[in-house]
């Protein structure tokens, strides 16, 4: 025979077929759980069209006189957050690294671990009776929520580096400080402003939400809007924040890729 | 031997950078009233606040059941809706298999647009529309999970091995069967990975949903904190933080054998 094409297996269920089964009996025990009924899933695209006809025309006097300032203030409190995360995290993603402090590492990771699972808005929810209401306590939140995910980020970034400068300072009598100042920070800091970068983008869309419960920008203003059902104004917020976040996402990309070419 | 000579810094590149920085710092830490000072007096609310947060209401514990497996549910609903809307909205955005230039930059835009939003901002916008509950909930997490697997999947959709593609389109096939059968089994162990990592970001988002009316157990931590019952909301996070880490750990060890 020229030609032998192989057999397939046969009768044998494959873990991808019980994954799917298992995976749509979730999807539809969660359907029903919920109560979402065929009926109500009908309903559903003639409510979103209903509510988004009310989005025209757009307020957009409203748009600069008060959702301007909310999203500046957005901006102003990522940037703070993420200030504050860097600089705490700097010193954590150095003691982090296997590498240079093998003891202290695994200790440091866990912490980074359990800092990462907290969303940042259940910080806020902390920080706004410490603090008062307004933007001071969403920076603190966003600042403290940061420092998981640089940390961690931060000491795979030291784990990686070449050895060889730090091993040659040390063999010219250079103490630990010195290594870490003239061979790791060197190799490690592009990288570190290139992540600090990316966690600022996501902050933007993080401090966004954080006025849903009073620890300032745009998202009380849009919280407040959809309440008295203002959708006009609803959509200039949508509008102005979809334009400001993609403006600052290409700025900000453009910036760490240049980075991390050198 | 002679010391290399040190290259050149540009000073102006520098200059600019650190003034700007320097710049933007003062102008936010005034915007928002950042203060040292601020923060070390309200130590003392801090502390109060602290004493009033420990011990954590057990007791809350049992009643925070069903609304857990609300969030779950919400979580489970919209990574499946958007694990599904996602494959089209990758594979017309992957720049080798799209339809035309025109579908590829309108898709592509489009996603990006959707990833501009906060997942929160979505569950607003569906509470309005739909009412309280967590019908609005799962809407919002089915399109933030577009947005993540698309944006995620596309790129490794671009990276795959073009020949078996091609050699479908070669055998005749048509262009749905060139993606079934050439494209998509190659980006399929990414596929299911991304998913997973989804459906780990739906479930903390799912926690926080509630706050804004979208059902789960962010509901109940709603009415706990405008209370300011502190000891109810400690238990809540506490639990969510429980079920989140045990969740992720499952899910990143299905993803580690998968890669």
Known sequence: MSTSIKPQPQGRVGWATWATFIIAALFVWSLWAIEFSPARMIQVPGQLAEQLSFFYPVDM????????????????????????????????????????????????????????????????????????????????????????????????????????????????GGSRWLALRYAVMPQVLPELAAHWLFRFELNIRASAVLGVVGAGGVGGVLLNTLRYGHLDKAAAVLILTIIVVLIIDMISGEIRHRIIRG | MA????????????????????????????????????????????????????????????????????????????????????????????????????????????????RTLPDLFWAMLFAAAVGFGPVAGALALSVFTIAVISKLWSESLEAID???????????????????????????????????????????????????????????????????????????????LVAVLIIEQISESIRKRLA
């Open chain 1, 61 to 172: 006097a409203y748009g600069w006189d008060a959702v301007l300032p909310a999203i500046v203030e957005s901006i102003q409190i990522a940037w703070m957050g993420t200030l504050i995360a860097a600089v705490l995290s700097l010193p954590l993603a150095l003691l982090g690294a296997r590498t240079l402090f093998p003891r202290v590492a695994r200790f440091v990771k866990l912490i980074s671990a359990t800092a990462r699972a907290f969303p940042e808005i259940l910080l806020a929810i902390y920080f706004v009776p410490i603090v008062g209401l307004g933007p001071f306590a969403g920076a603190l939140a966003i600042g403290i929520s940061s420092v998981g995910m640089l940390t961690k980020l931060g000491s795979e970034v030291v784990e990686s580096i070449d050895f060889g400068p730090v091993e040659a300072v040390e063999a010219s």
């Open chain 2, 3 to 114: 010391i290399p000579a040190k290259p050149p810094r540009n000073w102006w590149l520098w200059g600019g950078a650190g003034g700007f920085l320097l710049a933007m710092t003062v102008w936010s830490a005034h915007g928002i009233g950042f203060s040292l000072n601020e923060l070390f007096c309200n130590m003392g609310m801090g502390s109060r606040l602290l004493n009033e947060s420990f011990p954590p209401d057990f007791a809350f514990l049992p009643r925070l059941f069903g609304p857990f497996m609300e969030t779950l549910y919400i979580a489970i609903i919209g990574t499946v809706v958007g694990g599904i809307l996602a494959i089209p909205i990758a594979v017309l955005a992957a720049r080798n298999l799209s339809l035309g230039k025109l579908v590829w930059f309108a898709d592509r835009n489009f996603m990006n647009i959707l």
């Open chain 2, 162 to 240: 073009m020949g078996l593609p091609e050699a479908v389109r070669a055998a005749g096939g048509s262009w749905l069967q060139m993606v079934k059968f050439g494209a998509l089994p190659q980006a399929l162990s990414q596929y299911v990975s991304y998913t997973l990592y989804a459906f780990e970001l739906n479930v903390r988002s799912s926690m926080v949903l509630g706050l804004v009316g979208a059902g789960g157990i962010g509901m109940i931590l709603e009415t706990q904190r405008a209370n300011f019952e502190y000891e109810r909301v400690t238990m809540i996070i506490l639990a969510v």
